[in-house]
């Protein structure tokens, strides 16, 4: 039973988030920009630009600029992200992938960091005037969504022991479209309740900075406009 | 609004962040265009009736022409990265001239119409209905917002509130609530030429006389052509150098070099403007049509080379769109970059030693550089990223001895905005203009008090004519301000000048 409504629920939330995720990355580049407008300076060649999105996407460069506070918190806290992330693909391979093997350690301590910036951020978010000023409930929430989920994540390991062994066979389950049983441990259902609701709300949130931020003209264009004329095509209508 | 019960903010340094003062300039706004001024643009006479309809369906119209627009409405996390870079908001302290603060004015309605989450949930992600309060603060905001890009530079996905006040200026306008100062000038633009209205007889009388001058002054006779068919370069340049000072001292500082390098130039009295305030209204086809002038008068005089004079969003226009906006540009000489800046061409020369110069003729100016917003955020010279901060320095430091950068954090891409950009350069708004100027008073007189600076130089047409009227208000005379071309012509000595007997070159 328990097993049954926690697949719909996968299967639900994994459609919202590919489709609704895909259909903004379609229309982000789809829309034209029509004119070249790339902060400057910027790089003159498409290798530069890959750089330059790179360090924006890995070191988070112009935030770094900007505050350090907020890099410190916000650095950390991603980059805790892409590793816990890692380590949970242990649950849905078999035979675990090497990499994932070596990063395993790091990921267990890395649920910390992440809480750690998180809980810098939400202290900004409360305490900086300026900050807590441009806040709408929904950002606080999304902080909330997140330390719970790494709050519960961490429980199920260091607090209240969750049968890991029953809940990869579940998850490698539903991955060939097999429904089995799920252990019926509360800070587990809790742990993957919320990342249900993660998954769903992603593509209607403020999480699409995440594909978003590829798209960013100011970010993503080369500074070439003397040499290149760069013309959008409901602007090429005007021409003729 | 009368500039004297602007109290002018005192910062401790320039970039010392204000506690929140909640509506404090919320009555600010500038003068509404009248229909006459709307007509020529092509936009509505006044608000119209299905005012809120129309300015959804633009809206919509701007989310699928314009990705920067459609992404940066998506994407901003609030992180609050931004919230202390804005000029204006340093300077007056109401919290919605905080970057993301003008940006919600109008993703809050963005997020009611057009997303899942605003349409359904509005209390929990900040969404409101469009009201006609709403246009009114759309109105007030967004012309206190110079489109200066600072906020651009420090966000973590580059989102540039400027794209978004343009957006917002482009809504305005479509339901007709325009700005009189832009659209008015635009208006000129296409009637005349450029945005002083100063006709064809009245330039050439005013070149005229410009000759006269040099040759009174240096003893050499240098030409200022208007018109010349034929001629190899053509010099576009913002018709506030024809008239005002320091920029016509600029003007002279061209045309020096031109005359030192040997080569044949003019100018137009049909693109006798550089200035495109195209840009400021966000609309592309307003842009389009006054840069199509520029095309016409290149083909018309037959040039080979587009030559643009001191202008900040001139420069932006030119550097980044004239390409795209009236291209290709097969018809000239393509061993030069087109359009080019003045200051490439200088430095070319200076580089090439066709220039005699004596920089001890300025060794009575103690000298900053103010990088202009736009010519700093969003344009480039030469051919490697920053050549825009590095050549007119080196332009600088070739014309004068005493030359001081401000504070690393208020120059170069984080340079501080004048406080008269982007179509915020009238007297309607000129208690704006003083308080969002502090940030950038407050390093000059940084420098002032380490270095003993007495001087700035600029190269923007908005930057001097706003810098000659705020410098005053912290303590600096009016002509305290400079055109980078003055300090060229100050040092050039023509040749069959009289290097030695000439007096002091004068400061201003
Ligand atoms: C390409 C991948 C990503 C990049 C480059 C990126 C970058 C950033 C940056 C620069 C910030 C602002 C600084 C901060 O507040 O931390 C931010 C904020 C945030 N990111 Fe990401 N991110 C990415 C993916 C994700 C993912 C996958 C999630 C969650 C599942 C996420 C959740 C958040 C949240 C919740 C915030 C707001 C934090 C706050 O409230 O202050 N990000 N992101
Ligand atoms: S820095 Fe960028 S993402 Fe952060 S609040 Fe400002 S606009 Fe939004
Ligand atoms: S573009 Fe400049 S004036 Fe406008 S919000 Fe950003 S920093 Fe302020």
Known sequence: MLGTVYAILFYVATLILLIGVVRKIRIYARVPAPLKIPTTPAPKTRGGVVLRVFREVVFFESLYKSNKWIWLFGWVFHMALWLVLARHLRYFTQPVWGWVEIVQPFGTYAGFAMLAGLAGLWARRILVERIRYISNPSDHLMLALLMGIGASGAMTRFVAHTDIVAVKAYMLGLMRFRVGDLPADPTLLVHLGLVIVLMIVFPISKLLHAPGVFFSPSRNQVDNPREVRHVAPWAAKMEN | MADGDTQVPELAFPLDIPCLKRGAMEGTKPFVAQAEHQAKLGFPGALVPDWKDKALAKMQELAEKNRAFQVYLDICVKCGACTDKCHYFLGTGDPKNMPVARQDLLRSVYRRYFTFAGKHFPWLVGARDLTEDVLNEWYSYYHQCSECRRCSVFCPYGIDTAEITMAAREILDSVGVGQKYSNEIIGKVKDIGNNLGLNPKALRATLEDLEEDIEDDTGVSVRLPLDEKGADILLVTPSADFFAEPHIEGLIGYAKVFHEAGVSWTLSSYASEAANFGLFIGSYENMREISLRIRKAAQDLGVKRIIFGECGHAWRVAYSFLNTLAGPWDFLDQSYPVPQHILEFTWDEIQKGTLNLDPSRNDHIRLTY????????????????????????????????????????????????????????????????????APRMKALQNVTEEHGVTHMAAICAICKTQFGKVMPKYGYEMDAILSVHQLVSNAIILTGQDGEDEDEAEDA
């Open chain 2, 370 to 437: 103010h990088d202009s917003c736009n010519v700093a955020r969003a344009s480039g010279m030469g051919d490697y990223p920053g050549g825009q901060f590095e050549i007119p320095r080196n332009v600088i430091r070739a014309v004068c001895n005493n030359f001081f950068d401000m504070e690393p954090d208020t120059i170069r891409e984080a340079t501080l905005c004048c406080g008269g950009g982007g179509g915020l350069l009238t007297d309607d708004l000129m208690d704006l203009r003083i308080k969002g100027s």
